[in-house]
């Protein structure tokens, strides 16, 4: 895992990532790619995690192998683990304290098997490309990731969008008497 110095930051005192972090303190870099980018509904948190200390935004950044990010029930964006399958998916990278890390995780549902953490390789959206670096992302559940690529009919998204996005619906507005993952098997099913 990536820590403080990296590629898409020279190593300076003036770099966003060593103000936000702070000499010493090892952080994790993660990729969003859906509701907790910028302008879209969960983007509160990392805000939140922002004005605390505990989070920084790096950079706009793409995917370096395809991937394919699909809609599943509520128009929640999930990125698949298929590499191969999809598009070269656009986020952007942010910089998470450990504190921090463990908010997202309990947003994504990484203990309730709604997602998984895992690595990814990413390179800074620039027009021909930039360095490349690993880091992680939240990808949907090996367990329904399957069903959601075959019930998207193969179509996937390059960038989850504002278009993407219409329909979203936040999780306080969703059924109280059905768990997440009983959304997903009755989405996938219907």
Request: charged share 20%.
């Amino acid at each position: 895992m990536a820590h403080i110095i990296h590629p898409f930051f020279p190593s300076s005192h003036n770099s966003p990532l060593k103000m936000a972090a702070g000499a010493g303190h090892s952080h994790s870099l993660i990729f969003t790619y859906g509701t907790l980018k910028r302008g879209f509904s969960n983007h509160s948190l990392i805000q939140d995690l922002t004005a605390a200390g505990d989070a920084a935004f790096i950079t706009a950044c793409r995917t370096a192998a395809h991937f394919p990010l699909v809609s599943g029930p509520y128009r929640v964006p999930f990125l698949l683990n298929f590499p191969g399958a999809g598009h070269r998916v656009s986020g952007e990278l942010y910089a998470v304290s450990a504190a921090a890390l463990r908010r997202l995780d309990e947003l994504e549902g990484t203990d309730r098997g709604h997602y998984e953490r895992l690595p990814i390789e990413i390179e800074a959206a620039a027009p021909d490309g930039g360095e490349r670096m690993w880091v992680e992302a939240y990808f949907a559940h090996r367990r329904y990731a399957a069903a959601l690529w075959r019930k998207s009919g193969g179509r996937a998204y390059r960038e989850y969008t504002k278009k993407e996005a219409i329909g979203y619906v936040r999780r306080k507005d969703r059924p109280l008497n059905q768990s997440f993952l009983e959304q997903i098997e009755l989405f996938v099913s219907s």
